[in-house]
């Protein structure tokens, strides 16, 4: 779990609330982001932007934080980056795979939905279309629109649609895991996709019901529904401390928190 806060991250600029000024380092929330790893050799370089079949760390959207996360958890590699949608928290640490370039001296696929890749090409214009004055020092990326399940480094990859309020997003399960971020519905069609997960990490915003994110009682009613063995949830809000909120969930779900480690077995 790279980062587990919402939007604005905890603690809020500016704010004095006491999970802002908490002393308990899970209360601190970078935004959102996981990083997935396959296990296995790792990748050799893509051939010609190819998906490479060998990927092993895959790494889910670019937050804003993705260059204090990456020192954080001293990832040294990227082999593959999905988006779950566009939205700036989710999207603005991209200029920040030109280390892993550098590192792997190769392009990093980018997969994610047509209409989110149309998004980030719009919003990073000066990535996909340089100014020809400009020096180098962009990302190199290698777009991939998904259309349906696809294959990383020997996992299938489900992609799941998902409700942000009116914006229709991805969630991603890969064998007994799934990532549900920014969602406040799973459309019918999906739940059948979600059929079996054991590890599952899921948006609950805060307490109070919100127009495009779970509350806590909105996701305990998916957790009721979906029955994994193991719940943590993402996105958090300040409103929620961590060490209070985890004591009054019922077993088994729990807030995900900056740099936990989730194992999963199939
Ligand atoms: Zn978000
Ligand atoms: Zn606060
Ligand atoms: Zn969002």
Redesign the pocket.
């Known amino acids: 779990m790279l980062g587990t806060g919402t939007?604005s991250g905890v603690p809020a600029i500016g704010c004095e609330c006491a999970v802002c000024r908490s002393a308990d380092p899970h209360d601190r929330r970078t935004r959102p982001s996981i990083l997935i790893d396959l296990g296995g050799p790792g990748s050799a370089a893509p051939v010609n932007g190819a998906v490479t079949a060998a990927a092993r760390f895959v790494l889910v959207d670019t937050s804003t934080d993705l260059r204090v996360q990456a020192l954080a958890n001293a990832i040294r590699r990227v082999d593959a980056i999905l988006f779950t949608?566009a939205?700036a928290?989710?999207v603005f640490g991209i200029d920040e795979v030109r280390r892993f370039n550098a590192m792997q001296r190769s392009p990093i696929p980018i997969m994610a939905a047509p209409a989110t890749l149309a998004e980030i090409r719009r919003t990073f214009e000066y990535i996909f279309n340089p100014p020809p004055a400009h020096g180098g020092g962009v990302p190199k990326l290698a777009p991939f629109a998904i259309g349906g399940p696809f294959s990383l480094g020997g996992w299938e990859f489900v992609p799941v649609p998902l409700l942000?309020g009116p914006?229709p997003?991805l969630g991603f399960r890969v064998g007994p895991f799934a990532y549900l971020t920014?969602c406040n519905e799973i459309p019918a069609a999906s739940w059948p996709l979600l059929a079996g997960v054991q590890t599952l990490v899921l948006d609950a915003l805060r307490d109070r019901p919100h127009s495009?994110h779970f509350s806590v009682e909105q996701a305990l009613g998916v957790v009721a529904r979906l029955r994994p063995e193991r719940t943590y949830f993402t996105h958090i809000a300040h409103d929620l401390a961590h060490e209070a909120t985890c004591a009054r969930l019922p077993a088994g779900v729990q807030l995900a928190y900056d740099g936990q480690m989730l194992e999963i077995h199939e």
Request: glycine share 0%; net charge negative; no cysteine.
């Open positions: 939007s949608h939205h928290d989710h942000h914006l997003i920014d495009t």
